[in-house]
Structure formats: C-alpha cells, structure tokens
C-alpha cells in the first residue's frame, strides 16, 4: 500500500469516522498509527476483537471506559526526574481506578469475549497509591492532613494569621491613626497584610510601604506593629512549601516506581478504547465480521461503502475463483468508480480490523499490497499530462506488485486515442495477470471487452442502465458487457519494453496471447526471479534502486573487488555497494540491441525534458505536441 491508495480509497477518512467513537486520546492515538495488516493471522485477530467488544455492546448498556484521561505526559515528566503537581497526581489516581473498574468489568466476561477477557490480566491494580493520592490531595491541593507537620505548620499558621488580624484591625480602630487611613480595611499584598494609607501621611505611620498606588494617592504600609508577625508567617509559608514538596515527592516517588506496569496499563486502556470504537463504528453500520482468505478470492454479498449514506445501492461482486481479472464497462456516471472504491475501501477496513456493512458469506482476500490508479481530472486540455502521470503509477505500481496483489484501475488506457490506448491497456492487463495479480478494471473502450471475452482467465462485467429513461441503475452484473502518442509517452514513462512491444503488436494484429498461466508457474516466476537478484551482476545501463536514497539510477560501472557499483545518480558518480541496490530493469530490456549506452550518461536534455513531462510543465507538453506533429508529417 501507498499513500496514494489510501488518498483515493479515502482510508483516513473511514479512521477518523471510527475515531470519533473513541473516549480517550490514547485511542485516538493508536488508530492515527493503524495501518492494514497483511498478515492474516493478525487480521483475523483483530476482526476478533472487534467482534467480541460487538458482543458486549450488544449485551451491556454501558462499558466503563468514559472519564479515562491520556496520563503518558504526566509519567513522562515523572521518568524525567520531575515531581508532579497535585492536578497531575489526582489525574493518575483517576486513570488507576479507571483500570481497576475496566479489570473488574472484563473478569466476569469470559464467556463473551475470552480474547478481551485475558487482556484484563496484564492490567496491574494500585489501591495503594490510589488511596494515598486521595487522602493526600483535597480539591486539587495538598490536604493538611496528609502529615503531621504540614497540619502542625498550618495550625500555627493560621493562628499567626489571626493574631496579625486582630492588631489591625485595632490599628484601624485607633483614632490617632483616622486621619491617616485612606480605607478602613485589611488588604493583602504579595502575602504580606498591610492598610491602605494616605500618601500625603506616609511618614506619620510607622511601618515599611509595600506598595503605592497606580495614582501615587495612596499607599500600602505594613505597620510595624505586626512586622515581627509577618516576618514569623512568611518563615511558615515557606516550611509549609517545604513540607508540601516532600508530600508531592513521596507520592511521585511511589508512582515512579511501578512506571513500567503503569505503562502497560496505558497501553492496554488505549488498546480496549480503539477496540470498543471499533466495535461502536461496526454496530452504527450494523456490520459482520467476512470469512478470511489468502489466496485472492473475494465475495460481497449486498456490502456497501462504509462512507456512503443515504439510499445506497449494495453491490454484489466476486473475482479470484473462476477468473483473476474483471473488466467492468458502463456509461459515465454510471457507478464504476464508486464500484472499484468499495472493493478498495472494504478490503482496507477489513485488514484493519474493521467490520463491514454486508450480508453473510461475505468474504475478502487478505492481501500483501492494494494498488489503484483512480484519476478525477476529465479536463481535454490536461490529457496529455494526465496520460502521463496515468502510465508512471502504472508502472511503479508494476515494480512493486507480487501474486498477491489486488489492482484497480479507473478507465485504464484512457486519456489518449483509443486504437493505442485499448491496445497499450491490453497489454498492461495481460502483464498483471501473468505476474499473478487480481485486477478490477473499468474502461469505455469495446477492444478490451471483447479481448476479456475470449480470455478464460477474464470476465466482463457492466453497470445496469435503465434504457427507457436513459439513467444509470448503479447495479453491478457481472458476465454482461454492457494513431496516436500513448506508446511513445509510457516510453517516457518506464513502461516495460515487454509491454510496449506487444502493445504496438496488438495495434496492428489482433492476434492475442491467450495462455493461461498456471499457479505453479506463478511460484516458479517468483522462485526464479529471488534466485537470480540473489547472484546477479550488474551490468552498464541496468537501472537500479538505490535503498537508503529509496530513489532509482543508472549503473556505470560494474562492481569492484570490494563489491562496490559504480552509480550515476543525480547527474553525480556514487559508489554503492551492492547490498544496498536493487535490480529495477536489466539494460538488455531497457534498451534494443546496439543501443549507445554512453548516451544515457551524458544526454542532460533528455532527462530535463522527462523530468519536465513526469511533473506536467506545459513547456514540455508543447515540445510534445510538436514532435507528434513533426511525426505525423513523416
């Protein structure tokens, strides 16, 4: 899989619609990391899962996983040395009750979902720490309870704080002082207690100014009366900081010391949220956990696409049995593409993990890579360059497919006349099939329908169209069938040479290779092929992948005593050793016999004018339209 299948199966799009059922960040976490699985046994894991958790939806009302909150920041900051507030500690205290209450829940649920229900078991219990962060922390502050000394500390504090009170408030009381007093009230600055004078008597009152007033009119004094006091209250504030600190300590401490089971309980938690949205998102769309396979069949009885509402026509469909390729043909706006978008998006749900809205006995291959070429631009003006960016998918995906691949082509072969466009399409699909892929593909063009007639290994099939009153009825039947630049631009693009020539043979002669391949040689193929890159030498001219740069050059010398390939890679020389290449085209396809293969070393305007075609500069398209123009006129 690749990004562009994700993008145009819109599979981030179906993540976040499961995502929403999620309560806590920490599953949301593990579904943005989710990819499909290609392993089926754990893909049937997974469906299991999301079954069991369908299971206890259906039978409880509720499941206690609402108020867990995502703790991984506050324990990283506790790995980092860092002692936790006591927000933070009251949060943890939470998240572990979460987990006892989850733990208990599961214990019970054995009969229902044994798979979840052994989960429960790696989860860890603290009532210890619990306890102590509840009794320690009130209201999210240090409880004076929580030692001896911070109640002692705080007794005595508040005593200081009544004393001070009282000595102002006679001060304020006194009727030498009336007249300096600007308020009659105690105010606190910056912790220390102090009235609120008249600047103009601020030498009359003995005591230390605090603060002055934004107008200068009054001024905040401590009187000295109560400095010895204040003084002897700012020396609790700090034993009481003091004593807090070492509250907060030991209770960090504590939880520091279980970080790893802790830890395990966090992923557990975020493991049971993203299964139980799962479970959620399967019992929204009322769907079904398929039957598995690994050998390419798939079967959709009435499924639909899970991103689709409203009055959806169910789609029927099955490919991998009796026929590996499927041509579906159809008017516009017929329902092809939402056809191949459904097999796509159904299949990815389903490697993840998810369930399907579909009819029992449905069923989907679990496979090892899912590759579409869907494009949305119709525009004329942009066909060429469509045409272009059609036939370089095409062929990266031709590189990265085994026989166990599925491939869904949107109008395969368009963008270009249809002479070559049907026979350079024909070619693209008999390639594929030989190389042992399932491919789904729609076209308008009638050569590729009749050449899938008369393949054994191919079956058409077309989207009903009510004839009376000419309107699409976005039902898939399958068994019904409902000169140029092409050949010269997949050249530009790194299309096998194998495929071009039969391309251009096709053009001329009808004459199709009809063999069928057999699974044993699919796996003599693939044998043969790992063999041979295991012992291969390099050879001048064969276009290689460099790993590491995960990008693609031309070798220019062969490999050295120290097994060392001379690379040129970006108009530069590399040496590279040849663990890290591999073999992407053998020079002797790449290029026909007699070819001059100093001049891929040294033709730079060639490569700028391919570089120019891959990214669609109209300059380059002009200079193509030109050399078309120039070889008609020959």
Request: aromatic share 8%.
């Amino acid at each position: 899989m690749n990004t562009m299948t994700y993008e145009k199966l819109q599979y981030n799009e179906l993540k976040e619609m499961v995502k929403s059922h999620c309560v806590s960040s920490l599953g949301k976490d593990l579904l943005d990391k989710l990819q499909p699985s290609t392993n089926s046994k754990v893909v049937k894991n997974r469906l299991n899962e999301t079954s069991e958790a369908r299971s206890l939806l259906d039978a409880e009302s509720h499941l206690p996983l609402k108020g867990i909150s995502n703790i991984s920041h506050q324990m990283e900051k506790l790995e980092k040395g860092m002692i936790l507030g006591p927000s933070e500690l009251v949060a943890i205290s939470d998240f572990l009750r979460g987990c006892r209450t989850i733990k208990k829940f599961m214990f019970d649920k054995e009969f229902f979902a044994p798979v979840l229900h052994s989960y429960a078991y790696s989860m860890m219990e603290f009532n210890q720490i619990e306890e102590t962060i509840n009794f320690s922390i009130r209201g999210n502050r240090v409880d004076s309870e929580a030692s001896r000394d911070l109640k002692r500390i705080r007794n005595h504090m508040a005593k200081t704080e009544e004393k001070i009170e009282e000595r102002l408030n006679k001060f304020l009381k006194s009727g030498a002082n009336k007249e300096y007093i600007q308020e009659f009230f105690i105010s606190k600055k910056d912790d220390r207690f102090t009235v609120p004078i008249k600047a103009s008597y601020k030498n009359q009152v003995e005591g230390t100014i605090i603060e002055v007033s934004s107008k200068g009119s009054t001024v905040f004094i401590e009187p000295a009366a109560i400095s010895k006091l204040n003084a002897e209250l700012a020396s609790l504030k700090a034993e009481e900081s003091m004593e807090e600190y070492q509250i907060l300590a030991t209770l960090s401490g504590s939880i520091l010391e279980e970080t790893r089971q802790i830890n395990i309980n966090i992923e557990l938690i975020g493991q049971y949220d993203m299964i139980f949205a799962k479970a959620k998102f399967s019992k929204r769309i009322d769907g079904i956990e398929p039957k598995l396979n690994n050998h390419g069949y798939i079967q959709l009885k009435n499924c639909k696409h899970p991103l689709l509402s409203g009055n959806i026509v169910p789609l029927d469909f099955e490919i991998g049995k009796d026929y590996r390729s499927l041509i579906i043909t159809g008017p516009n706006a017929g329902g092809k593409t939402v056809v191949l978008k459904t097999i796509g998006i159904l299949t990815l749900a389903v490697m993840s993990g998810f369930h399907i809205a579909a009819d029992e006995g449905t069923e989907i291959a679990v496979f090892d890579n899912l590759f579409v070429d869907i494009g949305d631009n119709q525009s004329i003006e942009n066909s060429l360059s469509t045409f272009s960016s059609h036939m370089k998918n095409i062929s990266e995906i031709m590189s990265a497919s085994s026989n166990n691949t599925l491939l869904l082509f949107d109008e395969i072969g368009s963008g270009t006349e249809p002479n070559e466009g049907a026979a350079l399409a024909i070619a693209i699909l008999e390639e594929f099939y030989q190389m042992g892929c399932i491919t789904v593909a729609t076209t308008h063009y009638g050569e590729i329908k009749r050449y899938s007639e008369i393949h054994s290994d191919f079956m058409n099939a077309a989207m009903q169209f009510n004839s009376e009153v000419l309107e699409p009825m976005y039902k898939l039947l399958i068994g019904k069938s409902g000169d140029s630049n092409a050949l010269w631009i997949s050249k530009k693009m790194n299309l096998r040479e194998k495929v071009l020539q039969k391309a251009q043979h096709y053009i001329n002669n009808k004459n199709y290779d009809l063999e069928r391949v057999k699974e044993s040689k699919i796996k003599r193929q693939i044998q043969n092929t790992l063999k041979e890159e295991a012992t291969y030498d390099f050879e001048v001219g064969d276009r290689v992948k460099l790993l590491e740069q995960n990008d693609y050059g031309i070798v220019y010398e062969k490999k050295d005593n120290h097994h060392n390939v001379l690379v040129f890679y970006k108009e530069e020389m590399v040496k590279v050793n040849v663990k890290r290449l591999k073999l992407e085209g053998k020079a002797t396809d790449l290029y026909p016999e007699g070819y001059d293969l100093n001049s891929l070393f040294i033709s730079y305007k060639e490569r700028k004018f391919q570089h120019d075609m891959e990214r669609g500069s109209k300059k380059a398209l002009k200079q193509v339209s030109r050399d078309i123009k120039k070889r008609l006129s020959e």
